[in-house]
Structures are given as C-alpha cells and as structure tokens.
C-alpha cells in the first residue's frame, strides 16, 4: 500500500547538491530519500493546484523602518481575560480571607510566631507566578496562519515509544497522514522509533521504522526516551537539512499546528538563524472519558502562554522544554545529540535544550497547537509530576552546562519544593489561623491568582479547539474549573512530595490507551 505523498517510482540520476536548498547532501541515502519525496510532493501538490517555490525562496525583503509597521493592539481578548481573571481572583480571595479569619489575631509568644513564619511557603510561588504573568500578557494568538504558503524543506514527524501501545501509535500516524492531506505545506515522512521490535500494521511508504535493538548502548549509557532518540540521530537516513517535529506516541498535530511549523521553518530558512521551536500542546482530546483529569491538565496549556513562552520569545529555555512539539533542524540536533548518560535520562528534553543553549543554539515560539490527552488516572497523574519534579532537579544539579543556564531551573525547582508544603500549612491555617502580614497576603495572593489565570486561559482554548460554544455549557466548565482548583492543587503538590518521600530511579510511563 501506498500514500497519496509517497508513491513509488524510479529516482532519476542522483546530484551532489540539493536542487531546492543548493546545499550538498551527505550521503546517498540522504539524496535517495530526498529527491523522492520532492517530487511525489510536487506532483502531488501539482494535483492540489498548490504552487511550490522551484528553488529556495528569495532573501526576506528589508524590514520597514519602526513607524511603519502595523502596530500590534494593545488590548486583545486574550490580555482582557489575564487582567479581569487576575483582578476578580485576587478581589475574591481576600473576600475569602475576610470571611475566614474576620479577626485576624495577632500572634503572641514564640509558638505562634513560629506558626506565623509558615506562610512564608506561600511566597513560593511569587517568581514563576511572576513570570507566567509576563508570558501571558505579553501573549497573542497567531495571525494570518491560512496565508502560510507551501515551503520545500523535508519534515520528519519523528515519534518514539516503548512500542507497548501500538494502537496509539497507528492513531498518531493516521492523524498525520489525514492532517498532512488537508494542509499540504511540506514534503514529510513519519519516523517511528520502537524499543521492542513491534510490527507496525501500517506498511505505507511515508512510514519509516527504526527498532532500537535490545543491545543497542550509547557512549554515556543513556536510557529510556533519550536512547531512542540517539538511536534514530545516529541510524536514521533523514537529509541533514531536514527539519524534525519530535512526537510522543499520543501528540497528534492540527492544521493550525502544521501552518506554525511551516511558517516557522519559512523564517528560520530565510534568516539562517535556525532557532529550535516549541508551540503549545492542547488536551482536549479525552475529554468526554476523562474530564476531571483533562481540566487538571489546563494548567499545563496555560503554563505554555505563560512561562515557557515568555522563555521562548525572550529565545532562551529558561524554563526548559517539552519532549513533543520540538521544532528543529536535524544538523542542529546532531550538533549536541542525546546521550547525557543516567542522569540526563528523566527529563531528556530541558537537558538537552541547555546543552543546546549553551552550544550557541537559541529558541523561538512556534505559532498553531498540537493535541495530546490528558492522563487517565489520578495515580499517573502523581506519578507524571513526581518524574519532572525528579528530572528537572537532575538537570539543575547534572547538566554539563555553566551555572547561569542552569541557574532559572534550579530556582525553580526549589521553589517548587516549597509547594506540598505550602498546601499543608493552608490546610492547618484554617483550624490555628491568625493575622498575615499584609505584604505576604498580597504577594500570595496575586500568586494564587496567577496560577488561577493558567488554569482559565488553558480551558479557554481547549474549549474553543474542542468545539464547546454553547455559552451555557462553557460557563459551567468555568465554574467547574475555578471549584476544582484546591483538588488540582493539592495533586500537583502531592508529585513534588511523592518525590521528596519515595523518589524512583526509573522512567514512569503514563498509560494513555485512549478507551
């Protein structure tokens, strides 16, 4: 069987130089491979009746002098939702306060001064609530997304996995296949690299599959995610100057998702600058089977407005990066590769974007969204936390990188210890309460009311991406996730301190199976 973008058929003779990049390819495969998929793609997109550049788009015309340019508004729907959220949270939450502790005595003797002390942890949550805040305001949604024309560069949508759930991953090839149809931007292939040696039920020739084999060992002896991922760095046959969109095995893309990375690598070609990109992930996608658990996961969306945004516009991973939707160039990738050893195995996507900052490489934001699907149990959902918590404190202490780089993680990572603990001392200041300082009330409280707009503005665009208009039903999902919020706390609190009292050495996978 073959698909649309791939048939089959004679190569003509092979040159040294790629005929769309003018750039030398570095061996035959590599050529092969290339000069295949271009033109089933331009015969493809010759049926489309798309235009596709015959060679590598013109130098990117002067840029038009400040006074010129259209400017960006001020107020847009997505700043008016962080602004009225962030100011009726606050107003609310010292209403709360109010209602709780009418009083508020003050405390007497050293017993109670010390209790006192304990709303300290509440300032834990000051600098990435900052931060976030600044990611959001400072947010807007992509314009002009429909208007991304065709670009030439081959993309490989690379997927790894364990192999354990093939269903899911048939369901990610077909989506790419199905969504690749409707939004023809690229040339692509999808690499899916496999621990076990599982036989795929698709046999398409827009399909490659890399099995890592059972004696297979890295310089370093990476494990898990990171030895798949140098495996298909070292054995894959994809061009040099191909582009990669990492996958997991659930991350399926859309056509906004498709238009961003087209544009992306449009810009990146044009500049030569070939920043690595990252976008946001919805997870929407089980929300009829899972709904408790998706709505604990908004925050996750939120969080990619808000600080991992902010990191990418500022074009440093401050904040790290997720292992799906990584948007890079593979020479780029190569330059570092994957093999940190051990330690760089748990969280190998922000070890390895600081080894890349710290190479020269810078990053970007990547316009459009991807849809993942948000745990299907509580105790995965723990266990999900407990492993970045773990990882990220690995890569803070590990990474072969000077300190300044790892210096914003480690932060935060500390920071983020303080959450169990910051839970425990609300839940016990309601019974043996008295009067806070009214700077930590206001720092804690914007805090709070930061973590609450996360929460708001993901549900926001998983709303709209999901289809639920009716302002009926959103409003009760609003309600439903501003109740919800002291649960969804306290889970997110209990994988920081699942760690602190049981931390694991392995890789916890989350079963996402999808029923």
Same mark, same amino acid.
């Given at each position: ?40 793609y331009r015969e493809y ?211 906004s998702g498709i238009q ?138 590990? #990474? /072969? %990188? *000077? @300190?300044?780089?790892? &210096?914003?993680?480690?932060t935060n990572t500390i +920071? ?21 300082? #009214? /700077? %930590? *009330? @206001?720092?804690?409280? &914007? ?6 707009? +996360? ?29 919800? &919020? ?30």
């Open positions: 069987m073959t698909h649309g973008l791939f048939k089959q058929g004679t190569a003509g003779p092979l040159s040294g130089t790629d005929p769309l990049t003018d750039l030398p390819y570095q061996t035959e495969a590599d050529a092969l491979t290339a000069q295949v998929t271009q033109e089933a997109l010759a049926r489309q009746e798309v235009q596709l550049p015959a060679q590598a788009p013109p130098p990117p015309p002067e840029k038009q002098p400040w006074h010129q340019r259209r400017a960006v508004p001020l107020i847009t729907g997505h700043r008016l939702l962080v602004v009225l959220t962030m100011t009726a949270a606050s107003l609310a939450l010292f209403r709360l306060q109010l209602a709780f502790w009418p009083g508020g005595s003050s405390p007497r003797g050293i017993g109670p001064d010390m209790w006192n002390w304990g709303t300290l942890t509440w300032l834990g949550a000051v600098i990435p609530g900052a931060a976030g805040l600044a990611g959001m305001l400072i947010f807007r949604k992509p314009e002009g997304l429909n208007q991304v024309r065709p670009v030439p560069q081959l993309v490989s949508w690379r997927i790894v996995s364990r192999g354990m759930n093939i269903r899911m991953v048939t369901e990610t090839i077909r989506r790419c296949q199905a969504e690749m149809a409707q939004t023809p931007l690229f040339p692509y292939i999808i690499e899916v690299i496999t621990d076990t040696p599982t036989e795929l039920a698709i046999k398409d020739d827009d399909v490659r599959h890399l099995v890592v084999p059972a004696g297979y060992e890295t310089s370093n002896g990476s494990l898990f995610k990171a030895r798949g991922l140098q495996y298909a760095l070292e054995n894959s046959p994809l061009p040099q100057d191909a582009w990669i969109v990492h996958l997991d095995e659930e991350t399926q893309p859309t056509a961003g990375i087209a544009r992306m690598i449009m810009e990146e070609e044009e500049s030569g600058q070939y920043r690595i990109g990252q976008g946001a992930i919805l997870y929407h996608r089980a929300w009829r089977r899972h709904p408790f658990l998706t709505l604990a996961d908004m925050v996750r969306t939120g969080d990619d407005f808000a600080r991992f945004h902010l990191g990418h516009r500022v074009g440093i991973t401050l904040f790290g990066l997720h292992g799906s939707f990584i948007v890079v160039k593979n020479r780029v990738e190569k330059a570092t590769g994957f093999d940190f050893g051990p330690q760089g195995s748990i969280t190998e996507d922000a070890f390895w974007a600081l080894v890349s900052m710290e190479a020269g490489y810078r990053c970007r934001w990547v316009d459009g969204y991807l849809e993942e699907q948000s745990t299907e149990s509580v105790m995965d959902f723990v266990k999900q936390r407990r492993r970045w918590y773990q990882g990220l404190a690995k890569v803070a202490i590990h #990474a /072969p %990188v *000077k @300190l300044r780089w790892r &210096l914003v993680i480690g +920071l983020w210890t303080l959450a169990p603990f910051a839970v425990l001392y609300t839940a016990a200041h309601f019974a043996y309460g008295s009067s806070v300082m #009214a /700077p %930590v *009330k @206001l720092m804690a409280d &914007l805090s709070m009311a930061s973590f609450l707009t +996360l929460y708001v503005c993901g549900l926001r665009e998983n709303l709209r991406e999901h289809g639920i208009t009716s302002p009926v039903q959103r409003a009760a999902w609003y309600a439903l996730q501003v109740m919800l &919020l002291p649960v969804f706390c306290t889970l997110e609190a209990a994988g920081v301190m699942l760690a602190i009292v049981h931390p694991v050495k392995g890789f916890h996978v989350v079963s996402k199976d999808g029923k």
